[in-house]
């Protein structure tokens, strides 16, 4: 029988916390990187800013807001979910009402058919970023086991809405190219690929957190859609990989 003390557990903690933290920073940089370099992404976010500007500075504006009960979020330059949430807010409120709502500032911006397209695509990318970020962030208990569930969903939801986008899909593949990057330790083990010791994320603990719990075991490997063979190819593997450390 194994004897724990409380100081080890004290440790496992703390190292449980570290690592959901970096996994929390990576993602948001992963964010950033899928962000970089993508214009009209950055036009309509710049008109997303001045309005919410405004919103903030104009009692007519709070005005005609609030009898259309919804509001402009305000945003902090060094988050981007709160760009984020300054672009879903401003989407909430329909291009007809948003005309009218623009006409009230001192510096009128222009949203057009195609800026209305760009945020909604936008924002249906980022919303499992955002979802992944938030759970982090909060008091719930939430664990190191997180990690690879969260990183094998936002992959497939970014297979998945490729297929629907019309202006965004260089968001996408900025997305994907992060990913596979910042998070190679788990991207290769998922590819059955052999992990070098300098990887990212290459630690074994974080297949192993995910499997021994109850609420994730192996159910997230159903997101995959992998052949019978890859799938019971990569649980042995996994398994593998908790026998060699215990």
């Known amino acids: 029988m194994v004897n724990m003390s409380s100081s080890d557990f004290d440790e496992y903690e703390d190292s449980s916390s570290v690592r ?4 929390a920073h990576t993602l948001q940089l992963c964010i950033r990187d899928g962000l970089k370099n993508v214009p009209y992404i950055s036009k309509v976010l710049g ?15 709070a005005n005609a807001l ?16 709160s760009e984020y949430m300054l672009m879903k807010s401003i989407l909430s409120i329909g291009k007809n009402d948003l005309d009218s709502i623009v006409k009230l500032t001192d510096n009128p911006v222009t949203f057009l058919n195609n800026d209305f397209m760009v945020l909604e695509e936008v924002v249906d990318i980022l919303e499992p970023f ?4 938030i759970k982090c962030q909060s008091d719930t208990i939430v664990t190191v086991s997180i990690v690879v569930p969260a990183i094998v969903h936002c ?3 970014l297979l998945e809405i490729r297929k629907k986008l019309s202006f965004c899909t260089k968001l996408v593949e900025q997305l994907h190219v992060s990913i596979d990057k910042r998070f190679s330790g788990i991207i290769h083990r998922l590819n059955l690929i052999n992990v070098e010791r300098n990887e ?3 630690d074994p603990l974080y297949f192993m957190a995910t499997i021994l719990d109850p609420s994730f075991k192996f159910y997230w490997l159903r997101d ?3 052949p019978i063979n890859n799938e019971n190819r990569l649980k042995q593997n996994i398994i593998q990989l908790i026998v060699d450390e215990i």
């Open 20 to 23: 959901l933290s970096c996994f």
């Open 47 to 61: 008109k997303c800013q001045i309005l919410g500007k405004c919103s903030n500075q104009s009692s007519k504006i």
């Open 66 to 81: 609030e009898e259309l009960n919804k509001h402009i979020s305000k945003m902090n330059i060094t988050r981007w979910n």
């Open 130 to 133: 955002y979802d992944i970020s």
């Open 155 to 157: 992959i497939t939801h």
């Open 200 to 202: 990212p994320f290459n």
């Open 224 to 226: 995959l859609n992998l």
